[in-house]
């Protein structure tokens, strides 16, 4: 308790100094100094030599030593600069890595080859957009909501981020060009480039800047609106809840962030991507006691580090890519090798889900593009043979059903379980797209990889094609246990791009030609929608009544989670054909996205009802696929530059990440 009263009086003993100052000290002085001065006279003039050369003597070792001491500071000084530029090279790897970082063409001029739109005002709001009133927030007169000092950071001037960055010791290369200039003239990559050693990513080669047109400025618009909020409300988190204006957590890795890195990079998103790149430098940390998912986090962050490593010539990039590479390795420590589903990045464990030992097919055999090209960057096996293993193993597996799959397979017995049960949508679609995707990526060597691609798509023809009503819809259907459902997932839609990508690659003509069949039909999936987005599932019609659509949508499947399958395909289509259709269907798509999906304070949601225009039903959840892939593809699309990721240079892995197609030994 407090007392009141003040605290009682001290007394103190006062010591006066002053006959000690006034006299004693300075008269011992004085004394002292007279006795020496006696003394020294006293001595003969051979003692005095000795004592004065003696005194010369360790004057002389005094300054050699003080030189000796300040030598450390100085290599000390030096010795830091040398791991500044080390820091750009990824420590504990091989030479291998540095070799096959991109080596920028020019130096800053070449920043003019693509436009910088971060720093540009948003395009106005296209006409005609106006979403259903509880999406219509409109946005606070003030942003009071910058917490964060990330969020704080970016209030700042562009190039005050950018002043903040060449600070942290890196170098960040955009579209080929050095943007740190405090970097040494030649990178490290080109002071140990090896010509034997495995050949570099893709470098971008400088070419005039193709102008963006105003659909492509749409798609700019869009990824700022929904940037926007993720900065402001989620910043560093998984997932944007833009209605709420919060966020979810899955793995708690900065999903969206991560998988958006090269979006804003093909975007030209130049102040966001360096923003999102020092978030990376000082925030990312996969040392962390959480279970992932280990084809979530081998898509969306093994995928995403590397195709920015690639893109960016950052070797920032690989080092985390190796290291969540790293983590995720214990998942095949199982009795077959065929991984489980979950791993705990921080204990190093992993385990199957809590009910079963299988693993999701298309899971275990859609990581490979991402573990053979981490293999490749840096010299280690490890990764690309397990993932290897697993389609061998896969390869020769019994229970397949004319090169099509089920849905399962066993972390034990190596087995498939619940046969008889096929599909090309989910915990199946990506088996099929990494075939032909492996395939590619490894310069169509590896046979057996193309072989079960072109069975599978035989299988596909034979059990699951079928034609819907009145429109005559070709529609990839599933089979159960003998039993045909004309229910096709939205998931199936990736198939007309990667039936495209193998005609373009060599593969049948035929499949071309249902690559143009599904895309149109995938199209139609959003068209004859209410809000002209496709639901999550739909059930063709096969029988002929009047009145009715192709389409038809069960109460539980009428959710749209602003997926990509349908405009990346038409990417693909576009990209093959020049048929302008394709972007204007692509066009129409992301209009239906901006009215119905789109919250006006930031921010795009998934929405639980497409047949209701005038309450669509937020789910107050952004994907983080909708800026990986879904407006990474629309402005591919709506883009006239086959290189602007060259499809004969690179492979979009599923999640959309581009990477390089290797080149040939
Ligand atoms: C993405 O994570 C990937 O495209 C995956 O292959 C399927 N699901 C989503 C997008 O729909």
Not at 339 to 348: A, L
Not at 464 to 470: N, V, Y
Request: aromatic fraction near 10%; charge should be neutral; include cysteine.
């Amino acid at each position: 308790m407090y007392s009141a009263s003040p605290p009682p009086r001290r007394d103190f003993i006062s010591v006066t100094l002053g006959g000690v100052e006034g006299g004693g000290y300075n008269n011992s002085k004085a004394w002292r100094r007279r006795s020496c001065l006696r003394k020294w006279k006293q001595l003969s003039r051979l003692q005095r030599s000795v004592i004065l050369f003696l005194f010369a003597f360790l004057a002389v070792c005094g300054v050699i030593t003080y030189a000796n001491m300040a030598e450390p500071w100085k290599s000390l000084t030096s010795r830091a600069s040398e791991e500044q530029k080390a820091d750009q090279e990824v420590p504990g790897l091989k030479p291998a890595n540095q070799a096959v970082l991109p080596i920028p063409k020019k130096a800053d001029a070449n920043l003019g080859d693509y436009p910088d739109f971060s720093l540009q005002k948003p395009p106005k709001q296209l006409p005609g957009r106006r979403g259903p009133p509880h999406l219509q927030i409109r946005p606070p007169q003030k942003d009071t909501t910058k917490t964060q000092e990330e969020a704080a950071k970016v209030e700042q001037e562009p190039a005050q981020v950018e002043r903040e960055h060449k600070t942290e010791k890196s170098v960040i290369r955009w579209r080929g060009a050095v943007i740190d200039t405090e970097q040494s003239p030649e990178p490290p990559s080109r002071k140990v480039k090896e010509p034997d050693k495995p050949s570099p990513a893709v470098s971008e080669e400088p070419k005039e800047p193709v102008p963006l047109n105003e659909r492509q400025l749409a798609v700019i618009e869009a990824f700022r609106h929904a940037w926007k909020a993720y900065r402001e409300f989620s910043w560093g988190h998984d997932e944007l809840k833009p209605v709420s204006k919060s966020y979810g957590e899955w793995f708690g890795l900065g999903l969206t962030l991560i998988d958006a890195l090269d979006t804003m990079w093909i975007l030209g998103l130049k102040a966001e991507f360096q923003e999102a790149r020092a978030w990376v430098a000082t925030h990312l940390n996969f040392d962390k006691n959480v279970d992932v998912n280990l084809f979530e986090s081998a898509i969306r962050i093994l995928g995403g580090l590397l195709s920015t490593y690639h893109l960016s010539g950052d070797s920032l990039f690989l080092e985390k890519a190796k290291d969540i590479g790293s983590r995720l390795m214990p998942a095949f420590n199982t009795p077959s090798k065929i991984p489980f589903s979950d791993v705990n990045i921080g204990r190093g464990t992993a385990h199957p889900p809590r009910w079963t030992s299988d693993s999701t097919v298309a899971e275990v055999t859609s990581i490979q593009l991402e573990f053979r090209e981490l293999s490749r960057l840096t010299g280690e096996e490890k990764f690309q043979n397990a993932v290897d293993g697993v389609m061998k193993h896969v390869h020769t597996l019994p229970g397949k059903n004319d090169g099509l799959v089920p849905m399962f397979i066993n972390t034990n017995s190596g087995q498939f379980t619940h046969l008889g049960v096929y599909t090309l949508g989910a915990r199946a679609d990506s088996y099929y797209e990494y075939l032909l995707k492996q395939w590619i990526q490894g310069g169509k060597k590896e046979n057996e990889l193309l072989e079960d691609y072109v069975k599978g798509i035989e299988g596909v023809k034979m059990h699951l094609l079928r034609k819907s009503q009145p429109k005559r819809l070709t529609f990839v259907g599933e089979l159960a246990h003998g039993r045909f459902s004309a229910k096709m997932d939205h998931l199936v839609c990736f198939l007309p791009g990667a039936l495209a990508l193998g005609a373009h690659n060599g593969l049948p003509a035929d499949h071309m030609d249902l690559a143009l069949e599904l895309a149109e039909t995938c199209y139609q999936m959003y068209a004859q929608v209410e809000t002209g987005l496709s639901p999550e599932i739909v059930h063709f019609n096969m029988h002929a009544q009047k009145d009715q659509k192709d389409v038809e949508i069960k109460t539980a499947d009428r959710h749209n989670l602003l997926r990509p399958e349908t405009v990346e395909s038409l990417f693909y289509l576009y990209r093959f054909t020049g048929d302008k259709k394709y972007q204007d269907w692509g066009w129409e798509i992301l209009e239906s996205f901006n009215k119905y999906t789109r919250v006006a304070t930031g921010g795009y949601t998934s929405i639980n009802n497409v047949q209701s225009p005038s309450n669509p039903e937020p789910r107050d959840k952004m994907e983080s696929f909708f800026l990986s892939e879904t407006l990474k593809y629309l402005f591919l699309l709506f883009s006239d530059d086959v290189d602007l990721i060259n499809l004969d240079k690179y492979v979009f892995n599923t999640e959309a990440h581009p990477l390089p197609i290797w080149p040939s030994a």
